[in-house]
């Protein structure tokens, strides 16, 4: 039986890749579209290890509509899963037109893209940060308020998923699910694959890993007078081989479903960890100390937010198999297969 095919847009970036891995074991056939300016090349050997599989792979600008339509003239797909974006919050701030344009241009181009080739399973990135700094609470549902995102990264999750609302009301024939991704983790089991972190690293588990491994001095823990459980902020980590998975669920779903739908979705775990709780659990894992100090609160971060995933659950049929624990300890082995490489 042919399998079908699944184009995977930002394929060699972290979740993309993880999220390669359970297509193939899933029975799909993933083709990656992507143009390697912020993942390594190296990610398509761990790919080969971990599935003993070439994934083919389109190295093009999705931004750049006419290569785009080029390079995947011949292609067709059952779905596509849409991850290419930027991500790094300060660097959004800084230079938001760079956001704006790559992550809108990118979504709409892949949009006109399905369209024209009547692909109707779509799903794409988005994050909890929609919701913002949740008011009153700290679990959050998906039929919550949003649209106040606290960065121009943000917002581009946000209008992201507006032009996907959008787009369906004009009565495409589209399926369509937009996950919010809550805080991922930790690295494949095998360790062939994992976070690649181009520069210093903005958020927390490569940051402790690296401090770790030596790269850094030591860690600066962003506040400890937030009204939470120890004073540090807590967030809902989610291991990237289970976001991957839900990614796997979310298209089973989409193309069971039987009339066009859009729905969004959390992905998380339903349990808030706190930055003193990540550094305790590091050093359990790990059976190390890891230096670190307090430092001033970082602009922009949320007190405390973790996923109600009970839609994820009952809508995707999708649960996590892995804890905190065993994320950090993905991490960590990951970080030491790297540098012994290097
Ligand atoms: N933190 C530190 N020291 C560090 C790095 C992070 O104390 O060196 C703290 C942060 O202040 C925060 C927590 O660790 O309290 C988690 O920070 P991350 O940067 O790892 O994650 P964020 O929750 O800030 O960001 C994540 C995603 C973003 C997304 C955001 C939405 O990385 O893409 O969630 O809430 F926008």
């Given at each position: 039986?042919?399998?079908?095919?699944?184009?995977?847009?930002?394929?060699?970036?972290y979740i993309?890749?993880?999220?390669?891995?359970?297509?193939?074991?899933?029975?799909?056939?993933?083709?990656?579209?992507?143009?390697?300016?912020?993942?390594?090349?190296?990610?398509?050997?761990?790919?080969?290890?971990?599935?003993?599989?070439?994934?083919?792979?389109?190295?093009?600008?999705?931004?750049?509509?006419?290569?785009?339509?080029e390079?995947?003239?011949?292609?067709?797909?059952?779905?596509?899963?849409?991850?290419?974006?930027?991500?790094?919050?300060?660097?959004?701030?800084?230079?938001?037109?760079k956001?704006?344009?790559?992550?809108?241009g990118?979504?709409?181009?892949?949009l006109?893209?399905?369209?024209?080739?009547?692909i109707?399973?779509?799903?794409?990135?988005?994050?909890?940060?929609?919701?913002?700094?949740?008011?009153?609470?700290?679990?959050?549902?998906?039929?919550?308020?949003?649209?106040?995102?606290?960065?121009?990264?943000?917002?581009?999750?946000?209008?992201?998923?507006?032009?996907?609302?959008?787009?369906k009301?004009?009565?495409?024939?589209?399926?369509?699910?937009?996950?919010?991704?809550?805080?991922?983790?930790?690295?494949?089991?095998?360790?062939?694959?994992?976070?690649?972190?181009?520069?210093?690293?903005?958020?927390?588990?490569?940051?402790?890993?690296?401090?770790?491994?030596?790269?850094?001095?030591?860690?600066?823990?962003?506040?400890?007078?937030?009204?939470?459980?120890?004073?540090?902020?807590?967030?809902?980590?989610?291991?990237?081989?289970?976001?991957?998975?839900?990614?796997?669920?979310?298209?089973?779903?989409?193309?069971?479903?039987?009339?066009?739908?859009?729905?969004?979705?959390?992905?998380?775990?339903?349990?808030?960890?706190s930055?003193?709780?990540?550094?305790?659990?590091?050093?359990?894992?790990?059976?190390?100390?890891?230096?670190?100090?307090?430092?001033?609160?970082?602009?922009?971060?949320?007190?405390?937010?973790?996923?109600?995933?009970?839609?994820?659950?009952?809508?995707l049929?999708?649960?996590p198999?892995?804890?905190?624990?065993?994320?950090?300890?993905?991490?960590?082995?990951?970080?030491?297969?790297?540098?012994?490489?290097?």
């Amino acid at each position: 039986m042919m399998k079908a095919k699944i184009l995977v847009t930002g394929g060699a970036g972290y979740i993309g890749s993880h999220t390669v891995v359970e297509l193939v074991n899933n029975g799909f056939e993933p083709i990656i579209v992507d143009d390697f300016r912020n993942s390594d090349r190296g990610v398509l050997n761990g790919l080969k290890e971990i599935t003993g599989q070439d994934i083919q792979v389109l190295s093009v600008d999705i931004c750049d509509k006419k290569a785009l339509f080029e390079a995947l003239e011949d292609v067709n797909a059952l779905g596509v899963i849409h991850f290419a974006a930027y991500k790094a919050v300060g660097e959004s701030v800084q230079n938001p037109l760079k956001y704006y344009e790559n992550n809108i241009g990118g979504l709409v181009n892949m949009l006109a893209w399905s369209r024209e080739k009547k692909i109707n399973n779509f799903i794409f990135s988005s994050s909890c940060t929609v919701y913002g700094e949740p008011k009153n609470v700290k679990e959050v549902s998906e039929e919550m308020a949003t649209g106040i995102a606290n960065s121009p990264y943000g917002e581009t999750k946000v209008i992201g998923e507006t032009i996907l609302r959008d787009f369906k009301k004009s009565g495409e024939d589209m399926n369509i699910v937009a996950l919010r991704y809550f805080n991922p983790i930790g690295a494949h089991p095998s360790s062939f694959l994992g976070e690649l972190p181009l520069g210093k690293p903005n958020n927390l588990l490569p940051y402790i890993t690296q401090t770790a491994i030596g790269i850094h001095h030591e860690l600066t823990v962003f506040g400890n007078d937030y009204d939470t459980i120890d004073g540090t902020c807590v967030r809902d980590y989610i291991h990237v081989v289970d976001l991957a998975i839900a990614h796997v669920k979310a298209l089973q779903f989409l193309t069971k479903y039987s009339s066009s739908t859009v729905e969004f979705v959390n992905v998380g775990t339903g349990k808030g960890t706190s930055v003193l709780e990540m550094i305790q659990l590091f050093e359990k894992v790990s059976n190390q100390q890891l230096g670190w100090k307090f430092g001033p609160r970082r602009d922009g971060d949320v007190t405390e937010i973790y996923a109600n995933p009970l839609k994820a659950n009952n809508l995707l049929g999708w649960i996590p198999k892995y804890s905190v624990e065993d994320a950090v300890l993905h991490a960590w082995n990951w970080e030491q297969k790297l540098r012994k490489n290097e």
